[in-house]
């Protein structure tokens, strides 16, 4: 993928965004990303935030790209672009979901697919009541690593080994077998990667 991460942001924007289009135009990317916001530990460049998300969001279109959402404390900012593009074109990951199941349905509604990583298997997390009321067809599973490694490895450094625990715990919620869960949510990612 290649995109600005929304930490990423800040007076450097426009050298930053140019540097973002021409590794586009030069090289073969499978997603423009991680892009959105982020307004967690900072909020000083929220509108800059946009206006890169936004701008990112135009350039996926032109190169006929899924994207693939950074979205902390930012639903309702990361909504308002969205529906703003209004394009049936567009398309990608809410990665690494932790909203609730209308936040889900309306990303779902934005031709998203709403990514579950190891947030699921944490205790207090909260995603595992919300999953249930997120249909299968629209979850793809993955890691954030080296970030968010899912219970029992919680606070150590995350890797892509671990994907059979989430998906271990999503076949729970679902009440389907692992394969199932694994097959449907690869069938999910391959059709929105086009591989």
Request: glycine share 8%; proline share 5%.
């Amino acid at each position: 993928m290649m995109g600005l991460h929304p930490t990423h942001v800040g007076d450097n924007l426009a050298e930053e965004l140019a540097h973002v289009y021409a590794q586009l135009q030069q090289h073969h990317f499978v997603a423009v990303g991680e892009i959105g916001m982020d307004l967690y530990w900072d909020k000083t460049y929220q509108k800059a935030q946009q206006e890169a998300f936004a701008q990112q969001i135009a350039w996926a279109l032109e190169f006929d790209l899924p994207i693939v959402i950074h979205c902390r404390e930012a639903f309702d900012e990361i909504f308002e672009v969205l529906e703003g593009v209004n394009n049936p074109k567009l398309r990608g990951i809410f990665h690494c979901f932790t909203g609730n199941a209308t936040q889900a349905q309306r990303a779902i509604d934005l031709n998203m697919y709403v990514g579950i990583g190891g947030v699921v298997t944490f205790k207090n997390g909260g995603l595992a009541e919300t999953l249930p009321h997120i249909p299968l067809a629209s979850v793809v599973l993955e890691t954030d690593a080296p970030y968010l490694a899912p219970t029992p490895h919680r606070g150590k450094r995350n890797e892509p080994s671990f994907l059979p625990l989430i998906a271990a715990k999503a076949a729970a919620v679902y009440g389907i077998s692992v394969q199932e869960i694994s097959e449907i949510t690869a069938q999910n990612a391959k059709k929105l990667f086009a591989f």
